[in-house]
C-alpha cells in the first residue's frame, strides 16, 4: 500500500507529514517507557524483520497481491509508540534506497500504514486479551484478529486522504468499495504472518513480547500461612538469552528478504491494482529517487535477477537494522540518562 508521489496533492501530502512527524515525535517519547536493556536491541531487528517480510507479495486474487503492513506486528511485539517507529525507519528506507513510496507522500505513508494499523490493531488487541482467558494462546488469536481488522482499517483512512486531497476525479465510493475489498483480503494474510511471528516468539520468549506482558500470574507459595509471590524466574529459563532470539531473527530476516523474496508474487499489490483499474494513477509522478542503485528493490550492475534482488534485499535488512537499532539506542540512552538526572 505504498502510496506514491503524485496520487495525493501537495497542501494534504503537507498536512499527513505534519501528523506523522507529530506521531513520529510521540512515539520517540512513548519508547523511552516501552524499551528497557533487553528489548531494546529487538525492536530493531522487528523493523528489519517487517522490512523483509514486505518483499514477500502474496497473491490474494487474479492478477493482484499484497504484503504484510506490518503495524500490528510491531505494536504487539515492542509495543504501540515504538511499533510506529519501526514502520516509519522502514518506510523511510524503502523511500530512500529502493525507490518505493514517494518522498512526499511519505507522510502519508507513515500516517496510513504505520499510525492508522498501530492504533486500530492495538487497540483492538488490548481490547481482547483483557475479555479473552490469560494464556499464551488467547495472545495469538488477538494478534491474528488485530492484525485482519488494521488493514482495511488503513485501506479505508486511505481512501479518506485520497477524498480530501486526491489527484484525480475519481468517485470516492468506488475507490472506497475496491480498496476495502481487496484489503480484507489482504488482511487475511496479515493476520497469517502476524499470528505465526507472534506464536513463536511467545513460544520461546513471551517475556519480551510486550503484548503479552503479565500474561501470566505470579506464582503462590504459601508462608507461615499466608499467601505470597515467589520470585520471578530468570529470564535465560524462559528460553533462551535475547541474543539467540536477536541472531535467529537477523538470519531469519536475511534469508527471507534474500532468497524466498525472488520467489515473491509480481502481480501489483492492492493499491497499485485498484489505481490502475479506477484511474487513481493517471497523475503518477516518477520517483525522486528512480535512480538509486537499489531502486525496484535490485542492484544496478548485476545483471542476474536472483542475485540482484537477493543482495538488494539482504542490504535493505542491513541498512534498516542498522537505522532502527541506532535510533531505538539512542531513545533508550536518553531514558537512563533521564532517570540517572
Known sequence: MHVPDGFINAPVSAAAGVVAAGAVAAGLRGARRELDERTAPLAGLVAAFIFAVQMLNFPVAAGTSGHLLGGALAAILVGPWTGVLCIAVVLLMQGILFADGGLT??????????????????????????????????????????????????????????????????????????????????????????????????????????????????????????????????????????????????????????????????????????????GIDKNVEEHAAANSPLADYGVKGIEAPRLSGGLAGAIGVGATLAVGTGAFWVVRRRKTAALEA
Request: charged residues 10%; glycine residues 10%.
Open 105 to 278: 507522500a511519505l507522510g502519508v505513508n507513515i500516517t496510513v500504514m504505520g499510525v492508522v494499523t498501530v492504533v486500530v490493531a492495538y487497540a483492538l488487541f488490548r481490547g481482547l486479551v483483557l475479555v479473552l482467558p490469560r494464556t499464551r494462546r488467547s495472545v495469538t488469536v488477538a494478534s491474528f484478529a488485530a492484525a485482519l481488522v488494521s488493514v482495511p482499517a488503513a485501506a479505508a483512512v486511505f481512501t479518506l486522504v485520497y477524498a480530501i486531497g486526491g489527484t484525480t476525479d475519481v468517485p470516492v465510493p468506488k475507490v472506497l468499495t475496491a480498496m476495502v475489498g481487496v484489503h480484507v483480503l489482504i488482511g487475511v494474510g496479515e493476520a497469517v504472518i502476524t499470528m505465526l511471528t507472534v506464536g513463536a516468539v511467545v513460544a520461546v520468549r513471551p517475556d519480551l513480547v510486550y503484548g503479552a506482558r503479565g500474561l501470566t500470574a505470579p506464582l503462590k507459595l504459601r508462608v507461615d500461612g499466608e499467601l505470597v509471590d515467589a520470585a520471578p524466574a530468570a529470564a535465560p529459563a524462559a528460553g533462551g538469552s535475547p541474543k539467540k532470539l536477536w541472531i535467529g531473527g537477523v538470519v531469519t530476516a536475511l534469508v527471507l528478504a534474500g532468497f524466498v523474496s525472488f520467489y515473491a508474487s509480481a502481480s501489483p499489490d492492492g493499491l497499485e491494482k485498484v489505481a490502475a483499474d479506477q
